[in-house]
């Protein structure tokens, strides 16, 4: 459903101008391939050309698609002067697992951090921070990390950090590796961080990398005090809220009972925390602009994960249904000819991010990544969207697996689960699957797969869609 702007307040984006950025990214052709570094050098100018980018990295917690409301300088600046991809995901919906495969280019099944408690089972040798530090980028983060991780433990290959210990007011963090509680709304101090951080670079002439990540959206979904009564724009649900027959669904969905009240509020609560990060962004747009480095700094925006608002009865995300793993995706660097205003209809997901930012600092891609840069042609079909289950409680869904195009989604849910390392336990045997034909049912409201035949299941390709889903959970 679409989403229309707030109204402007102090320092923002006015509604005409966020109206005619939109436009203009809605009028463009659409991407097929992005301009590769050394084809797009003479979109630049002489030696800014040449020289490597700086490299900011935006990742937002359960920020949704259909938040678009509470972005607006931020779509402004990366949608109006960059690329929107229309097809973004998440290719495992819950936190740790998806920002170890942007660090790493790697499915959850390969970098091993299967849920939230297995961070550390991440290999730091892998991940786009090291490269980058090793190849000579100053580096910093500034926000959330990774779940589990101890606070008092220093992120490896960031050279400069404020590492928080998640929370909205007065948390603690980890600066530099010294523990303390800093006062004040987080996404504030993230902002302030990071601006610090970017006026070194008059004095530092490293390029850099900035990974900055916000609590927002995430629950509790505490907005900063001036946004906490902000009307936000009225709410009717979709037709997949909450869904009043569910008999085609897996055990946990039939049983789920969030309604469209819930989800009112769950959006109400992650617009209002958005706010302030839309804030963040323009600040740090506003920065760059000023040091003179706007032209060449490859600009990442993404969550790290979607979030449902009552779809199917349900409001939270780990779940195989679209709200759930598809998320928000922008990317912006005008000095390599990607600041026009366009869209991409590619299927891109998290893992792609760490190949993109590598080959934009012209670093080799190193072995086992499975994504593949977005400054390049390749395009794939299909997506493996995938979730363990961690511990063996009988709450919520089952480990799953699921085959995602544009046009249909298969999954299969398996007897499988996963203790706080990672550390995969159970006979793997199919339990329930599901078919959607996204095309006539976007919403996900008939499982084409329940109580079908054999000849219906035939007639869908699904022999030939679980043997594909089989190959990438095994590749």
Not at 70 to 94: E, K
Not at 249 to 278: C, F, H
Request: hydrophobic share 35%.
């Amino acid at each position: 459903m679409s989403e229309h702007p707030r109204t402007p307040r102090t320092g923002s984006v006015g509604r005409r101008g966020f109206i005619a950025g939109a436009a203009a990214v809605a009028a463009s052709a659409t991407a097929t391939g992005l301009a590769h570094p050394a084809a797009a050098a003479a979109a630049g100018n002489g030696s800014a050309a040449a020289a490597r980018p700086n490299i900011l990295l935006i990742v937002t917690d359960d920020q949704p698609k259909h938040t678009d409301w509470a972005i607006p300088q931020t779509i402004d600046w990366l949608g109006g002067h960059g690329v929107t991809f229309t097809h973004g995901h998440s290719a495992t919906p819950l936190c740790a697992p998806s920002r170890s495969s942007i660090f790493s280019g790697r499915h959850a099944h390969h970098h091993g951090v299967r849920n939230n408690a297995a961070s550390h089972s991440l290999d730091q040798s892998t991940t786009v921070q090291r490269h980058l530090a090793q190849a000579g980028y100053r580096t910093g983060l500034f926000g959330k990390y990774l779940n589990s991780w101890t606070l008092a433990d220093n992120p490896p290959h960031f050279e400069e950090f404020a590492l928080l210990q998640p929370g909205y007011n007065n948390a603690r963090w980890n600066v530099d590796g010294t523990v303390q509680q800093l006062s004040g709304y987080t996404t504030n101090i993230v902002k302030n961080r990071t601006l610090a951080f970017l006026d070194k670079s008059t004095t530092d002439t490293r390029p850099w990398f900035a990974y900055v990540t916000p609590y927002a959206s995430h629950a509790p979904n505490t907005p900063a005090p001036k946004y906490a009564e902000t009307p936000v724009p009225a709410w009717n649900g979709r037709p997949s809220v909450p869904e009043d027959d569910r008999s085609d669904k897996p055990p946990y969905i039939r049983n789920a009972t969030s309604t469209l009240d819930d989800g009112r509020e769950t959006r109400t609560r992650q617009l209002r925390s958005l706010l302030s990060v839309d804030d963040a962004v323009q600040a740090i747009r506003e920065k760059l602009a000023a040091l003179g480095q706007l032209e060449n700094t490859l600009v990442i925006f993404t969550g790290d994960n979607g979030y449902t608002w009552a779809d199917h009865g349900w409001t939270k995300k780990s779940v195989p249904y679209s709200p759930a793993h598809e998320v928000p995706f922008y990317l912006s660097w005008p000095a390599r000819g990607l600041g026009g205003g366009t869209t991409d209809q590619r299927i891109v997901a998290n893992i792609d991010i760490a190949p993109t930012i590598l080959d934009a600092a012209g670093i080799a891609r190193p072995a086992g990544q499975d994504g593949r840069s977005l400054l390049g042609p390749a395009a794939r079909d299909h997506l493996l969207v995938q979730w363990w289950k961690q511990g063996t409680g009988a709450e919520g869904p089952t480990s799953w697996a699921s085959y995602v195009a544009k046009d249909k989604q298969y999954t299969e849910y398996y007897d499988l689960r996963t203790d706080a390392a990672g550390n995969v336990s159970g006979t793997g045997q199919v339990t329930f699957r599901e078919y959607y034909d996204l095309a006539a049912d976007p919403y996900q409201l008939k499982n084409l797969l329940y109580q079908a035949t054999p000849a219906q299941e035939q007639a869908l390709g699904v022999p030939a869609l679980a043997a594909q889903l089989a190959a990438d959970r095994s590749a």
